[in-house]
């Protein structure tokens, strides 16, 4: 079975600081792909990253990185210099090769303070 | 590219009525798109999985005579709530895989139901 585990339920930040959202997850298969999903306010979900259990690089987009370790299972999400529109539920997600259906963390409340 | 919309954005309805959503996939195929359910500062909770030409399957516990979904092309997915309670009140999200993608899901903007 698979499980992810965001262990963090709210975090608050004031504006500029650094924050890394933590993510571990649970699976018994040796391919797999990890997700990080954004929910502001209004409800959408935005697709923010993949990655697939063979690519350990780390992955910088801007402001955002992210931190893959298979020796810990973890797949952990920092933003850097936080800004009030990085407030947002962030949801880390699982999925494994071949398989479509997804397993979603219980997700992260962001609340960057201006 | 990679849009998925939601009609409704929001409905209110009576105990007892029907509501249709739709979802579409704007400027992609999916053979598969995912229903989701999502109850205030909850996660997720996956409803169905909605293929197209084929039967939906439900996750257990999801009522499939409650919960309706038909995939009738590679661009709409359709869930009705049937005999609607107060209960079924909720946010109602949809996905689609792209398909030969590597297996994102991309989320339309949800449709939050309203039942008195």
């Known amino acids: 079975a698979q499980k992810v585990t965001q262990a963090q339920t709210e975090i608050s930040v004031v504006e500029k600081e650094d924050v890394t959202l933590d993510c571990v997850y649970e699976?018994?298969?040796?391919?797999?792909?990890l997700f990080w999903y954004k929910q502001p306010p209004s409800g959408e979900l935005v697709f923010l990253i993949r990655?697939?259990?063979?690519?350990?690089q780390n992955e910088i987009s801007g402001r955002y990185s992210w931190n893959f370790q298979k020796s810990t299972s973890s797949f952990n999400f920092t933003i850097t210099a936080s800004q009030v529109v990085d407030s947002a539920v962030y949801f880390c997600?699982?999925?494994?090769?071949?398989?479509?259906?997804?397993?979603f963390g219980t997700g992260t409340k962001l609340q960057v303070i201006p | 590219g990679a849009v998925v919309s939601q009609h409704p954005s929001w409905v209110i309805c009576k105990s007892g009525t029907s509501v249709k959503i739709e979802c579409r996939s704007l400027?992609?195929?999916?053979?598969?798109m995912f229903w989701y359910r999502q109850f205030p500062k909850q996660s997720l909770m996956l409803m169905a999985t909605?293929?197209?030409?084929?039967?939906?399957?439900?996750e257990q516990g999801v009522e499939k005579d409650k919960f309706l979904i038909n995939h009738a092309s590679l661009t709409l997915s359709t869930l009705t709530v049937t005999s609607a309670h107060p209960e079924d009140s909720s946010f109602y999200i949809c996905?689609?895989?792209?398909?030969?993608?590597?297996?994102?899901?991309?989320f339309g903007p949800g449709t939050r139901l309203t039942v008195t």
């Open positions: 996905s689609a895989v792209l398909a030969g993608g590597a297996y994102e899901q991309y």
């Open positions: 699976t018994r298969d040796t391919t797999y792909y």
């Open positions: 990655r697939n259990s063979f690519d350990e």
């Open positions: 997600a699982l999925t494994k090769r071949g398989y479509q259906k997804v397993t």
């Open positions: 400027d992609f195929q999916a053979t598969t």
């Open positions: 909605s293929n197209e030409g084929s039967k939906a399957t439900y």
